[in-house]
């Protein structure tokens, strides 16, 4: 297929899908919401009271989602690349995640306090080259846990995008050293076309790293 032509299918199935129209019904930002919003009914993720660091959060759905189920009681700490516009109850960052810098700030940002939930929606832009893709992917997906395992509370959990392939057998087995508990979920609103799933992990066996 041509390159505007292919541009052309993506559009018309973007715009008849169902939870980019729920999505503007409902008005979440991303039609990822709905994925944290049925992970969060199944494995009851969220609380009022928490603290909540979202990577890669923008355009800000699962920040939507988080602030509202925390009902103004907790935080939302959220970190991207790219802009997102301001949201009541999240405090959001501007930077990259894999550098010392934006690391730093959203450190700042918790004052000291451990999470109740890391959630990573983080996703690198596609080259096309799926293995360099995959590794890019994965390179997130590991500062993402390694950032888990240093910062969550000891009942604290861990919800990862990952991609099935090259990569993902290695990743499941890192997260089950690092976490007492590893669970897979491919939520309705994850295209069935997409290696998406995600890792959902809890309490973490390390403890007490974020004093190190
Ligand atoms: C699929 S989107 C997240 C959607 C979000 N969960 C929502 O519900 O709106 C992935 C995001 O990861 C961000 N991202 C990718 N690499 C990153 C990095 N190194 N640091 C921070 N954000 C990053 C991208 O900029 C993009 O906004």
Known sequence: MKRQAKTRAWHHRHVNDYFVRQSVEQ??????????????ERDRLLRPGMLVVDLGCAPGGWC??????????????GIDLIEMVGMNGVTFIQGDFTA?????????????????????????????????????AYHLAEL?????????????????????????????????????????R???????????????ARSPKSGTRAED
Do not use: C, H
């Open 64 to 77: 939507q989602v988080a602030a509202e189920r925390l009902r103004g009681q907790g935080r939302v700490i």
């Open 27 to 40: 008005g979440y930002r991303s039609r990822a919401a709905y994925k944290l919003i049925e992970l969060d």
């Open 144 to 184: 993402a846990l390694e950032f888990a395992e240093r910062w969550l509370q000891p009942n604290g959990a861990f919800l990862v995008k990952v991609f099935q392939g090259a990569g993902f057998e290695d990743y499941v087995r890192r997260a089950r050293m690092a976490f007492a508990s590893v669970m897979i």
């Open 186 to 200: 491919k939520p309705k609103a994850s295209r069935d076309s997409s290696r998406e799933v995600y890792l959902l």
């Open 100 to 136: 010392d810098a934006a690391l730093t700030e959203l450190e700042v940002a918790m004052r000291g306090q451990r999470a109740d939930l890391v959630i990573s929606d983080m996703a690198p832009n596609i080259s096309g080259v799926v293995v360099a893709d995959q590794a890019r």
